[in-house]
């Protein structure tokens, strides 16, 4: 869930931006006019990325950037301008812009600005106080709790960091030395076999039949995966 908005009123402009930022990784959104970019961003809260052009029908980029700030001080907002809006860098970057591309730009320069915010605001990390709904678990960030099918799992932080690791990661294969750093640290110094004793552990607390785990699945040889 890589969201990223942009806001540009030319449509050449815009695929152009759209079609690479796709191919980047990202799911993009896409407004024309600073008011639907505002009505987007209120639809789409966990959008982690703005890219606001300025010169707009109706309110302009600036306008934009000023009522996003109002409300939202962790979303990355980039500016789009053009070559001769030389004062407008510095304006954009006192209403609160975190950075400004200048048009025309290549995809590449395009996608290393977007990933520096997107990593800076936060990256995958859900937004704070949020929470990962994967049915039938909810795991509460801010309380740091989980629930299954709406009953508290009582869990350790260590479990519930491995937890919150697994559902941050749905589908992918984590091995062992990833889950023990991310977890534990990387100058924790202990044995890997900690890492299987906790998900033994965790096991127990979530999955259904412990003999055939559906939710925490093992990779012989290498680590666990989150879902089958
Ligand atoms: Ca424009």
Redesign the pocket.
């Known amino acids: 869930m890589k969201k990223v908005l942009v806001l540009?009123?030319?449509s050449s402009i815009r695929s152009f931006i759209v079609i690479n930022l796709r191919r980047a990784g990202y799911e993009v959104i896409e407004a024309e006019t600073g008011e639907e970019a505002l009505e987007k961003l209120k639809e789409f809260p966990e959008t982690r990325v703005a890219l606001l052009?300025?010169?707009?029908p109706g309110i302009d980029g600036f306008e934009v950037c000023r009522r996003i700030r109002a409300t939202n001080t962790r979303i990355g907002i980039i500016m789009l301008t053009a070559r001769s809006q030389e004062m407008d860098k510095v304006t954009g970057l006192m209403t609160g812009a975190d950075d400004y591309v200048t048009k025309p730009f290549s995809p590449a320069e395009l996608t290393a600005r977007v990933d520096a915010l997107f990593r800076r605001a936060g990256g995958d990390e859900p937004l704070p106080g949020g929470e990962i709904r994967q049915p039938p678990f909810l795991l509460n960030v801010r309380n740091r709790t989980l629930e299954k099918n709406g009953q508290r799992v009582k869990l350790t932080q260590v479990e519930y960091a491995i937890m919150k690791f697994f559902m941050e990661n749905p589908g992918k294969a984590l091995s062992r030395e990833e889950i023990l750093d991310t977890v534990w640290g990387r100058d924790y110094f202990g044995e890997l076999k900690i890492v299987d004793v906790n998900i033994r552990r965790l096991r127990l607390k979530i999955e259904d039949n412990v003999q055939t785990p559906t939710f925490i699945t093992t990779v012989w040889g290498y680590g666990y995966k989150w879902g089958g």
């Open positions: 540009e009123d030319e052009d300025i010169m707009l």
